[in-house]
């Protein structure tokens, strides 16, 4: 349903396309489909077999290449301008992107939350649920919805 959601997101927002890893990425179902309200069917969606030669090859036609990651290297999405044909690179939301994505990246952006500052303290101090876990990441679809708005409109 991640998939279906993105796509959704994507459409509405206005996104030209949207580009999937054709292996380790949900298939177009048609549950994927019914997710989408129907964003799949008038969405061009495009299936990478390599994602990293899809990328570098993406760059060297003129496209910058955005990943979204929580790290010390990465900005706010509020901070980025867009200046041409951008791509936002999504991981999925065990392990994120991968590293070798990370590195085509021209920028790595992050969502800016009141409670992140707050998790990361907890981590920090060892407070949180079992064994000190806390809340600091969104669901793929709602953290690329979010990210979507904010390069679009700023």
């Not at 899809?54 to 980025?80: P, R």
């Not at 649920?129 to 990210?147: H, K, P, Q, T």
């Amino acid at each position: 349903q991640n998939l279906g959601a993105l796509l959704r997101s994507a459409y509405f927002l206005g996104c030209g396309g949207v580009v999937v890893c054709s292996k380790n990425s949900a298939s177009l179902s048609a549950a994927v489909s019914k997710a989408s309200a129907g964003a799949m069917e008038e969405l061009p969606v495009h299936a990478a077999t390599q994602l990293m030669k899809f990328l570098q090859a993406s760059k060297d036609n003129g496209w910058k290449v955005v990943g979204a990651a929580m790290s010390d290297d990465s900005v706010k999405a509020g901070d980025v301008t867009l200046d041409g044909p951008t791509l936002l690179v999504m991981g999925n939301e065990g392990t994120g992107l991968r590293t070798l994505v990370l590195r085509l990246c021209d920028t790595v952006v992050q969502i800016e939350g009141g409670n992140v500052h707050r998790a990361e303290q907890n981590r920090h101090q060892g407070v949180g649920g079992d064994g000190g876990e806390v809340l600091d990441s969104l669901n793929v679809s709602v953290a690329g919805g979010i990210l979507l708005h904010r390069l679009l409109f700023g």
